[in-house]
T-cell receptor, first 116, second 115 residues
Framework: AQKITQTQPGMFVQEKEAVTLDCTYD???????LFWYKQPSSGEMIFLIY????DQQNATEGRYSLNFQKARKSANLVISASQLGDSAMYFC?????????????WGAGTKLIIKP | ETGVTQTPRHLVMGMTNKKSLKCEQH?????MYWYKQSAKKPLELMFV???????ENNSVPSRFSPECPNSSHLFLHLHTLQPEDSALYLC??????????????FGEGSWLTVV
């Protein structure tokens, strides 16, 4: 079974609109971390935002916020006021402890294209 | 300026060549990683080093040979590669190897083409 699911392979959004990128996860461990990364066509994987499973509030970092719905096992990334430079692949990832192994598990990614 | 730098950014090599990818992190981290990203595939973890000791090798063929001379530098030595090894190779680092909140920071990647 998929541990991390990103259901949107691709999205087109008009510049300056808000964007929501979906991510659902599957774990039975009460302690886990959720991450979002951005990968432009140049290749670099850029860390955007982190949410811990015990965090009471949704994480925010500038124009990025994480809509964390624990009961639904959902960790959607919201980008406010999108810009042309936001066009990239976006990956959701989860870190949990499995037999003391803290490997990062990745989703398949969503390709976001911002239209001028 | 990125905290993790990789060189070269692009590399084309023949199947009989020997080359190396270099990674340097300026973040004072204790753990370093090599990942492989092929087209249409999820990111694959290749090797993990913690305090210069290799702690994970995820069934990577021996034609890939990592080296970690100190906590700031990581190399990936390549020899007798196959065309299917063509991919983006990403180096990364984190404060430690353990902990669910340990953020991994990546370099810009090295695009490798094997001809």
């Amino acid at each position: 079974a998929q541990k991390i699911t990103q259901t949107q392979p691709g999205m087109f959004v008009q510049e300056k609109e808000a964007v929501t990128l979906d991510c659902t996860y599957d774990t039975s461990d009460p302690s886990y971390g959720l991450f979002w990364y951005k990968q432009p066509s140049s290749g670099e994987m850029i860390f955007l935002i982190y949410q811990g499973s015990y965090d009471q509030q949704n994480a925010t970092e500038g124009r990025y916020s994480l809509n964390f719905q624990k009961a639904r096992k959902s960790a959607n990334l919201v980008i406010s006021a999108s810009q042309l430079g936001d066009s990239a692949m976006y990956f959701c990832a989860m870190r949990e402890a499995i037999d003391s192994n803290y490997q990062l598990i990745w989703g398949a990614g969503t390709k976001l294209i911002i239209k001028p | 300026e990125t905290g993790v730098t990789q060189t070269p950014r692009h590399l084309v090599m023949g199947m009989t060549n020997k080359k190396s990818l270099k990674c340097e992190q300026h973040l004072g981290h204790n753990a370093m990683y090599w990942y492989k990203q092929s087209a249409k595939k999820p990111l694959e973890l290749m090797f993990v080093y913690s305090l210069e000791e290799r702690v994970e090798n995820n069934s990577v063929p021996s034609r890939f040979s990592p080296e970690c001379p100190n906590s700031s530098h990581l190399f990936l030595h390549l020899h007798t590669l196959q065309p299917e090894d063509s991919a983006l190779y990403l180096c990364a680092s984190s404060q430690d190897r353990t902990g669910v909140g340990n953020t991994i920071y990546f370099g810009e990647g090295s695009w490798l083409t094997v001809v």
